[in-house]
Protein backbone atom coordinates (compact mmCIF):
# COMPACT_ATOMS: atom_id res chain seq x y z
CA UNK A 1 0.00 0.00 0.00
CA UNK A 2 2.95 2.51 0.64
CA UNK A 3 3.50 2.75 -3.16
CA UNK A 4 0.06 3.30 -3.42
CA UNK A 5 0.14 6.41 -1.11
CA UNK A 6 2.88 8.07 -2.37
CA UNK A 7 1.01 7.75 -6.02
CA UNK A 8 -2.65 9.23 -4.38
CA UNK A 9 -0.15 12.33 -2.85
CA UNK A 10 1.39 12.90 -6.31
CA UNK A 11 -2.00 12.82 -7.62
CA UNK A 12 -3.68 15.28 -4.87
CA UNK A 13 -0.72 17.52 -5.08
CA UNK A 14 -1.38 17.63 -9.13
CA UNK A 15 -4.54 18.39 -9.27
CA UNK A 16 -4.50 21.13 -6.28
CA UNK A 17 -1.69 23.76 -7.36
CA UNK A 18 -3.90 24.98 -10.25
CA UNK A 19 -3.46 28.46 -9.56
CA UNK A 20 -4.38 31.62 -11.44
CA UNK A 21 -1.93 33.78 -11.37
CA UNK A 22 -1.92 35.02 -15.22
CA UNK A 23 -5.13 36.94 -13.95
CA UNK A 24 -3.80 40.14 -13.14
CA UNK A 25 -2.56 42.56 -15.63
CA UNK A 26 0.98 43.69 -14.57
CA UNK A 27 2.25 46.80 -14.13
CA UNK A 28 4.26 48.85 -16.22
CA UNK A 29 2.42 46.51 -19.41
CA UNK A 30 2.53 48.82 -22.51
CA UNK A 31 -1.62 49.13 -22.49
CA UNK A 32 -3.58 52.16 -24.01
CA UNK A 33 -1.48 55.35 -24.24
CA UNK A 34 -2.38 59.06 -23.79
CA UNK A 35 -1.44 61.61 -26.00
CA UNK A 36 1.71 63.29 -25.14
CA UNK A 37 2.13 67.51 -25.53
CA UNK A 38 5.47 68.97 -24.82
CA UNK A 39 5.43 73.01 -24.62
CA UNK A 40 8.38 74.67 -26.12
CA UNK A 41 9.96 77.91 -26.80
CA UNK A 42 8.54 79.40 -30.09
CA UNK A 43 11.20 81.75 -30.27
CA UNK A 44 13.79 79.09 -30.18
CA UNK A 45 11.74 76.02 -30.60
CA UNK A 46 14.39 73.48 -29.50
CA UNK A 47 14.18 74.55 -26.26
CA UNK A 48 11.37 73.54 -23.73
CA UNK A 49 9.08 76.43 -21.90
CA UNK A 50 6.74 76.11 -18.81
CA UNK A 51 3.08 77.20 -19.55
CA UNK A 52 2.56 78.63 -16.04
CA UNK A 53 -0.68 78.04 -13.90
CA UNK A 54 -2.19 75.50 -17.04
CA UNK A 55 -5.13 74.33 -16.36
CA UNK A 56 -6.00 71.16 -18.29
CA UNK A 57 -10.29 71.06 -19.03
CA UNK A 58 -11.56 67.48 -21.23
CA UNK A 59 -14.61 68.50 -23.11
CA UNK A 60 -17.15 66.00 -23.67
CA UNK A 61 -18.67 65.65 -27.22
CA UNK A 62 -21.46 68.06 -26.58
CA UNK A 63 -18.38 70.56 -25.41
CA UNK A 64 -18.94 70.25 -22.18
CA UNK A 65 -16.61 70.66 -19.60
CA UNK A 66 -15.91 67.98 -17.64
CA UNK A 67 -13.70 67.34 -14.78
CA UNK A 68 -10.13 68.80 -14.84
CA UNK A 69 -7.12 66.62 -15.09
CA UNK A 70 -4.36 69.16 -14.12
CA UNK A 71 -5.35 72.46 -12.32
CA UNK A 72 -3.09 75.66 -12.30
CA UNK A 73 0.69 73.91 -12.83
CA UNK A 74 3.39 75.00 -13.86
CA UNK A 75 4.49 72.31 -16.96
CA UNK A 76 6.34 71.96 -20.20
CA UNK A 77 5.06 68.76 -20.89
CA UNK A 78 1.36 66.79 -20.67
CA UNK A 79 -0.06 63.82 -21.09
CA UNK A 80 -4.11 63.42 -21.81
CA UNK A 81 -6.36 60.66 -22.37
CA UNK A 82 -7.92 60.20 -25.74
CA UNK A 83 -12.07 59.41 -25.94
CA UNK A 84 -12.45 55.78 -27.74
CA UNK A 85 -14.65 54.49 -29.99
CA UNK A 86 -14.60 51.19 -31.92
CA UNK A 87 -12.22 50.90 -34.39
CA UNK A 88 -15.16 49.47 -36.86
CA UNK A 89 -15.72 53.19 -37.65
CA UNK A 90 -14.23 54.53 -40.46
CA UNK A 91 -15.18 58.07 -39.33
CA UNK A 92 -12.80 59.70 -37.13
CA UNK A 93 -13.82 60.83 -33.54
CA UNK A 94 -12.29 64.49 -32.24
CA UNK A 95 -11.23 64.83 -28.15
CA UNK A 96 -10.97 68.35 -27.44
CA UNK A 97 -9.37 69.94 -24.21
CA UNK A 98 -9.44 73.16 -23.03
CA UNK A 99 -5.68 74.61 -21.84
CA UNK A 100 -6.29 77.78 -19.59
CA UNK A 101 -2.98 79.60 -19.07
CA UNK A 102 -2.61 81.60 -15.96
CA UNK A 103 -5.85 80.08 -15.04
CA UNK A 104 -7.11 82.27 -11.91
CA UNK A 105 -5.65 85.38 -13.31
CA UNK A 106 -8.48 87.80 -13.26
CA UNK A 107 -6.07 89.95 -16.12
CA UNK A 108 -4.13 87.49 -17.58
CA UNK A 109 -6.23 84.42 -17.73
CA UNK A 110 -5.86 83.19 -21.36
CA UNK A 111 -8.67 79.80 -23.06
CA UNK A 112 -7.19 78.04 -25.95
CA UNK A 113 -9.44 74.92 -27.23
CA UNK A 114 -7.27 72.05 -29.26
CA UNK A 115 -9.01 69.44 -31.04
CA UNK A 116 -7.19 66.24 -31.72
CA UNK A 117 -8.68 63.82 -34.91
CA UNK A 118 -7.83 60.27 -35.13
CA UNK A 119 -9.47 56.78 -35.66
CA UNK A 120 -8.63 53.67 -33.32
CA UNK A 121 -7.18 50.14 -33.35
CA UNK A 122 -7.38 47.74 -30.96
CA UNK A 123 -4.25 45.68 -29.98
CA UNK A 124 -4.56 42.23 -27.84
CA UNK A 125 -2.31 42.29 -25.07
CA UNK A 126 -3.01 39.05 -22.89
CA UNK A 127 -5.48 37.46 -21.12
CA UNK A 128 -5.34 39.72 -17.79
CA UNK A 129 -4.87 42.73 -19.73
CA UNK A 130 -7.48 42.41 -22.17
CA UNK A 131 -6.73 45.05 -25.56
CA UNK A 132 -5.49 48.16 -25.50
CA UNK A 133 -6.40 51.00 -28.05
CA UNK A 134 -3.79 53.07 -29.97
CA UNK A 135 -4.71 55.74 -32.14
CA UNK A 136 -3.84 56.89 -35.44
CA UNK A 137 -3.92 60.72 -36.73
CA UNK A 138 -6.12 61.55 -39.16
CA UNK A 139 -3.94 62.20 -42.02
CA UNK A 140 -5.52 65.28 -42.64
CA UNK A 141 -3.25 67.53 -41.07
CA UNK A 142 -6.01 70.12 -40.99
CA UNK A 143 -7.91 68.52 -39.05
CA UNK A 144 -5.13 65.69 -37.19
CA UNK A 145 -4.42 68.54 -34.38
CA UNK A 146 -5.70 72.26 -34.43
CA UNK A 147 -6.29 75.33 -31.95
CA UNK A 148 -9.75 77.49 -32.43
CA UNK A 149 -8.65 80.39 -33.48
CA UNK A 150 -10.24 83.28 -30.70
CA UNK A 151 -8.20 86.30 -31.46
CA UNK A 152 -5.88 85.63 -28.60
CA UNK A 153 -4.56 82.55 -28.85
CA UNK A 154 -1.45 81.71 -26.60
CA UNK A 155 -0.89 79.02 -28.40
CA UNK A 156 1.24 80.24 -31.27
CA UNK A 157 1.87 77.14 -33.66
CA UNK A 158 2.22 73.97 -33.07
CA UNK A 159 3.82 70.64 -34.79
CA UNK A 160 2.91 67.10 -35.15
CA UNK A 161 5.54 64.89 -34.34
CA UNK A 162 3.88 61.51 -34.33
CA UNK A 163 0.83 60.74 -36.07
CA UNK A 164 0.93 57.45 -34.26
CA UNK A 165 0.17 57.30 -30.82
CA UNK A 166 1.26 53.48 -29.88
CA UNK A 167 3.14 54.53 -26.42
CA UNK A 168 3.84 58.00 -24.33
CA UNK A 169 7.86 57.47 -24.15
CA UNK A 170 7.92 60.03 -26.81
CA UNK A 171 5.92 63.52 -27.76
CA UNK A 172 3.26 63.09 -29.82
CA UNK A 173 2.30 67.01 -30.17
CA UNK A 174 4.98 69.97 -29.89
CA UNK A 175 2.99 73.48 -28.69
CA UNK A 176 5.09 76.42 -29.23
CA UNK A 177 4.27 79.45 -27.18
CA UNK B 1 -12.55 23.33 -1.85
CA UNK B 2 -15.60 21.29 -2.33
CA UNK B 3 -13.48 19.51 -5.46
CA UNK B 4 -10.59 18.99 -3.42
CA UNK B 5 -12.59 17.32 -0.49
CA UNK B 6 -14.44 14.80 -2.88
CA UNK B 7 -10.96 14.41 -4.41
CA UNK B 8 -10.19 13.09 -0.79
CA UNK B 9 -13.22 11.68 -0.40
CA UNK B 10 -12.72 9.22 -3.51
CA UNK B 11 -9.52 8.41 -2.72
CA UNK B 12 -10.46 7.11 0.76
CA UNK B 13 -13.07 5.30 -0.68
CA UNK B 14 -10.71 3.69 -3.07
CA UNK B 15 -8.59 2.66 -0.83
CA UNK B 16 -11.42 1.08 1.27
CA UNK B 17 -12.47 -0.62 -1.51
CA UNK B 18 -8.90 -1.55 -2.09
CA UNK B 19 -8.25 -2.88 0.58
CA UNK B 20 -11.72 -4.84 1.14
CA UNK B 21 -10.94 -6.56 -1.79
CA UNK B 22 -7.41 -8.25 -0.77
CA UNK B 23 -9.04 -8.91 2.20
CA UNK B 24 -11.25 -11.31 0.28
CA UNK B 25 -8.77 -12.40 -1.82
CA UNK B 26 -6.34 -13.66 0.90
CA UNK B 27 -9.26 -16.43 1.48
CA UNK B 28 -8.54 -17.58 -1.25
CA UNK B 29 -4.96 -19.33 -0.55
CA UNK B 30 -4.72 -23.12 -2.08
CA UNK B 31 -2.16 -25.80 -0.61
CA UNK B 32 -0.45 -25.62 -3.89
CA UNK B 33 2.57 -23.74 -4.54
CA UNK B 34 0.95 -21.96 -7.77
CA UNK B 35 -2.24 -21.03 -8.41
CA UNK B 36 -3.81 -19.89 -12.04
CA UNK B 37 -5.84 -16.78 -12.33
CA UNK B 38 -8.17 -16.13 -15.05
CA UNK B 39 -7.58 -12.55 -16.08
CA UNK B 40 -10.08 -10.66 -18.44
CA UNK B 41 -8.66 -8.74 -21.51
CA UNK B 42 -10.98 -6.99 -23.53
CA UNK B 43 -12.13 -3.15 -24.11
CA UNK B 44 -13.45 -0.85 -21.06
CA UNK B 45 -15.80 1.71 -21.94
CA UNK B 46 -16.71 4.75 -19.98
CA UNK B 47 -17.02 8.71 -19.07
CA UNK B 48 -15.51 11.50 -17.13
CA UNK B 49 -18.05 11.83 -14.28
CA UNK B 50 -16.18 14.88 -13.33
CA UNK B 51 -17.25 16.92 -16.30
CA UNK B 52 -20.90 15.79 -16.31
CA UNK B 53 -21.28 17.07 -12.49
CA UNK B 54 -19.40 20.18 -13.81
CA UNK B 55 -21.95 20.44 -16.21
CA UNK B 56 -24.81 20.61 -14.30
CA UNK B 57 -22.84 23.20 -11.57
CA UNK B 58 -21.32 25.10 -13.71
CA UNK B 59 -22.95 27.86 -15.69
CA UNK B 60 -19.47 28.69 -17.61
CA UNK B 61 -19.05 25.03 -18.93
CA UNK B 62 -20.37 22.12 -20.41
CA UNK B 63 -18.55 19.20 -21.44
CA UNK B 64 -18.72 15.41 -22.19
CA UNK B 65 -15.66 12.59 -22.18
CA UNK B 66 -16.01 8.92 -23.15
CA UNK B 67 -12.99 6.92 -22.61
CA UNK B 68 -11.84 3.60 -23.52
CA UNK B 69 -8.85 1.04 -22.92
CA UNK B 70 -7.36 -2.08 -24.74
CA UNK B 71 -5.83 -4.46 -22.71
CA UNK B 72 -2.65 -5.62 -25.32
CA UNK B 73 -0.70 -7.53 -22.58
CA UNK B 74 -0.30 -8.10 -18.80
CA UNK B 75 0.80 -4.37 -17.97
CA UNK B 76 0.58 -2.64 -21.47
CA UNK B 77 -2.55 -0.94 -22.69
CA UNK B 78 -4.24 0.90 -25.81
CA UNK B 79 -6.02 4.17 -24.18
CA UNK B 80 -8.05 6.65 -26.09
CA UNK B 81 -10.40 9.81 -25.03
CA UNK B 82 -12.70 11.33 -26.90
CA UNK B 83 -15.09 14.38 -25.98
CA UNK B 84 -16.78 17.93 -26.47
CA UNK B 85 -16.24 20.69 -24.03
CA UNK B 86 -17.71 24.28 -24.45
CA UNK B 87 -16.01 26.74 -21.86
CA UNK B 88 -16.62 30.65 -21.49
CA UNK B 89 -13.76 32.22 -20.06
CA UNK B 90 -14.59 35.69 -17.96
CA UNK B 91 -12.18 38.08 -16.84
CA UNK B 92 -12.55 42.27 -16.02
CA UNK B 93 -11.81 42.56 -19.69
CA UNK B 94 -12.57 39.97 -21.24
CA UNK B 95 -15.85 37.70 -22.01
CA UNK B 96 -14.60 34.10 -24.40
CA UNK B 97 -16.79 31.32 -25.30
CA UNK B 98 -14.30 28.19 -26.30
CA UNK B 99 -15.87 25.24 -27.88
CA UNK B 100 -14.54 22.55 -29.78
CA UNK B 101 -14.29 18.54 -29.86
CA UNK B 102 -10.84 16.76 -28.86
CA UNK B 103 -9.23 13.08 -29.57
CA UNK B 104 -6.47 11.56 -27.33
CA UNK B 105 -4.71 8.52 -28.22
CA UNK B 106 -1.99 6.56 -26.51
CA UNK B 107 -0.85 4.02 -23.97
CA UNK B 108 -1.44 3.15 -20.33
CA UNK B 109 1.37 1.15 -18.29
CA UNK B 110 0.23 -0.85 -15.29
CA UNK B 111 2.80 -0.62 -12.68
CA UNK B 112 0.53 -2.10 -9.56
CA UNK B 113 1.75 -6.11 -9.26
CA UNK B 114 -2.00 -7.03 -8.53
CA UNK B 115 -2.66 -9.52 -5.26
CA UNK B 116 -3.77 -12.37 -6.48
CA UNK B 117 -6.97 -12.50 -8.68
CA UNK B 118 -7.25 -8.64 -8.49
CA UNK B 119 -7.22 -6.32 -11.78
CA UNK B 120 -6.81 -3.18 -10.40
CA UNK B 121 -4.70 -0.66 -12.32
CA UNK B 122 -2.25 2.14 -10.81
CA UNK B 123 -0.81 3.63 -14.03
CA UNK B 124 1.10 5.74 -16.02
CA UNK B 125 0.46 6.45 -19.89
CA UNK B 126 1.24 9.00 -22.78
CA UNK B 127 -1.67 11.21 -24.84
CA UNK B 128 -1.36 12.44 -27.97
CA UNK B 129 -4.29 15.40 -27.85
CA UNK B 130 -5.74 17.03 -30.95
CA UNK B 131 -8.20 19.40 -30.52
CA UNK B 132 -10.61 21.35 -33.11
CA UNK B 133 -12.56 24.46 -32.23
CA UNK B 134 -13.47 27.70 -32.70
CA UNK B 135 -13.48 31.08 -29.86
CA UNK B 136 -16.30 33.74 -29.70
CA UNK B 137 -15.17 37.03 -28.31
CA UNK B 138 -17.87 38.44 -26.71
CA UNK B 139 -17.38 41.60 -25.54
CA UNK B 140 -14.26 43.22 -23.98
CA UNK B 141 -13.25 46.02 -22.79
CA UNK B 142 -10.38 48.20 -23.74
CA UNK B 143 -7.82 48.23 -20.79
CA UNK B 144 -7.37 51.78 -20.27
CA UNK B 145 -5.90 52.96 -16.88
CA UNK B 146 -6.94 56.78 -17.55
CA UNK B 147 -10.66 55.65 -17.96
CA UNK B 148 -11.56 58.16 -15.11
CA UNK B 149 -11.90 61.14 -18.30
CA UNK B 150 -14.15 59.94 -20.76
CA UNK B 151 -14.99 56.35 -19.19
CA UNK B 152 -14.48 52.50 -20.33
CA UNK B 153 -15.00 51.80 -23.67
CA UNK B 154 -16.62 48.44 -24.80
CA UNK B 155 -17.04 47.74 -28.48
CA UNK B 156 -20.65 45.06 -27.38
CA UNK B 157 -19.79 43.47 -31.55
CA UNK B 158 -19.04 39.90 -31.58
CA UNK B 159 -16.17 38.52 -32.98
CA UNK B 160 -15.82 34.89 -33.84
CA UNK B 161 -12.57 33.11 -34.36
CA UNK B 162 -13.13 29.99 -35.93
CA UNK B 163 -11.45 26.64 -37.47
CA UNK B 164 -8.60 26.94 -34.92
CA UNK B 165 -6.83 23.76 -34.14
CA UNK B 166 -4.14 22.86 -31.11
CA UNK B 167 -2.04 19.56 -30.98
CA UNK B 168 -0.12 18.53 -28.02
CA UNK B 169 1.04 15.68 -25.94
CA UNK B 170 0.42 14.71 -22.49
CA UNK B 171 1.36 12.63 -19.36
CA UNK B 172 -1.05 10.95 -17.00
CA UNK B 173 -1.32 9.22 -14.20
CA UNK B 174 -4.03 7.76 -12.73
CA UNK B 175 -5.37 4.73 -10.96
CA UNK B 176 -8.38 2.36 -11.32
CA UNK B 177 -9.91 0.26 -9.12
CA UNK B 178 -12.56 -2.64 -9.80
CA UNK B 179 -15.63 -1.34 -7.85
CA UNK B 180 -17.69 -4.79 -9.17
CA UNK B 181 -17.64 -7.09 -11.45
CA UNK B 182 -16.30 -5.17 -13.92
CA UNK B 183 -16.79 -1.75 -13.15
CA UNK B 184 -14.46 0.60 -12.79
CA UNK B 185 -13.86 3.57 -10.79
CA UNK B 186 -10.65 5.42 -11.36
CA UNK B 187 -9.02 9.19 -10.74
CA UNK B 188 -6.08 10.64 -12.85
CA UNK B 189 -4.02 13.71 -13.18
CA UNK B 190 -2.45 14.77 -16.51
CA UNK B 191 0.44 16.81 -17.37
CA UNK B 192 0.13 18.58 -20.96
CA UNK B 193 2.45 20.39 -23.10
CA UNK B 194 1.38 22.73 -26.16
CA UNK B 195 3.00 21.22 -29.43
CA UNK B 196 1.43 23.32 -31.92
CA UNK B 197 -1.71 25.52 -32.03
CA UNK B 198 -3.27 28.22 -34.63
CA UNK B 199 -3.38 31.48 -32.88
CA UNK B 200 -6.05 33.70 -34.13
CA UNK B 201 -5.28 36.96 -35.28
CA UNK B 202 -5.00 39.54 -32.70
CA UNK B 203 -6.25 37.56 -30.44
CA UNK B 204 -4.88 33.83 -28.48
CA UNK B 205 -6.50 30.55 -27.64
CA UNK B 206 -7.55 31.37 -23.78
CA UNK B 207 -8.41 27.99 -23.92
CA UNK B 208 -8.43 24.58 -25.65
CA UNK B 209 -10.78 21.71 -25.58
CA UNK B 210 -9.07 18.79 -24.37
CA UNK B 211 -5.92 20.48 -23.53
CA UNK B 212 -7.84 23.18 -20.72
CA UNK B 213 -6.69 26.36 -19.83
CA UNK B 214 -3.32 28.02 -21.35
CA UNK B 215 -1.29 29.55 -19.54
CA UNK B 216 1.19 32.92 -20.45
CA UNK B 217 4.11 31.34 -18.79
CA UNK B 218 4.38 28.36 -20.87
CA UNK B 219 2.88 25.76 -23.20
CA UNK B 220 1.89 23.91 -20.00
CA UNK B 221 -1.30 22.63 -19.04
CA UNK B 222 -3.32 20.61 -16.42
CA UNK B 223 -5.93 18.64 -16.44
CA UNK B 224 -7.83 15.82 -13.97
CA UNK B 225 -11.11 13.35 -14.52
CA UNK B 226 -12.59 11.18 -12.34
CA UNK B 227 -13.96 8.05 -14.62
CA UNK B 228 -16.32 5.30 -14.42
CA UNK B 229 -15.81 2.68 -17.20
CA UNK B 230 -17.26 -0.85 -17.24
CA UNK B 231 -14.96 -3.65 -19.08
CA UNK B 232 -16.28 -5.49 -22.14
CA UNK B 233 -14.41 -8.93 -21.27
CA UNK B 234 -13.18 -10.69 -24.09
CA UNK B 235 -11.18 -12.97 -23.36
CA UNK B 236 -9.52 -14.96 -20.74
CA UNK B 237 -5.57 -15.31 -20.23
CA UNK B 238 -4.16 -17.30 -17.60
CA UNK B 239 -2.22 -15.43 -14.70
CA UNK B 240 -0.06 -17.88 -12.53
CA UNK B 241 0.90 -16.49 -9.11
CA UNK B 242 3.92 -18.50 -7.10
CA UNK B 243 2.98 -18.47 -3.30
CA UNK B 244 5.87 -18.29 -0.77
CA UNK B 245 6.44 -21.66 0.72
CA UNK B 246 5.13 -22.52 4.22
CA UNK B 247 7.87 -23.83 6.57
Known sequence: ?177 | MKMKRTLQYSIKLIVVLCCATIGFAQDNTAANDTIVYKQSYGLRIGGDLYKLVRTALDDEYSGFEINGDYRLTKRWYLAGELGTEEKTTTTDFLDVTTSGSYFKAGVDYNFYRNWLNMENMIYGGLRVGASTFKQELNDFTIYDVNNGVFGQFSPDRPQEFSGLTAIWGEVIFGFKAELVNNLYVGVNAQLKMLVSDDQPDNFENIYIPGFNKTYDSGSFGFGFGYNVSYLIPIYKKDKKVTLPKEE
Not at chain 1, 10 to 18: A, E, F, G, K, R
Not at chain 1, 144 to 165: C, E, R
Request: glycine share 2%; net charge negative.
Open chain 1, 1 to 177: MNKLNKILLLLLVITSTNCERDDICAEGTLTTPQLVINFNNVTSPEDSKNVVALTVTPLDDMGNDLPSILTSSTVNTISVPLRIQDETETDPITTSYKLIKNAGSETEENTDIINITYTTEFIYVSRACGFRSIFNLDPNTQTAFNVDVDGDNWILSFNIDNFTIDNENEAHITIFH
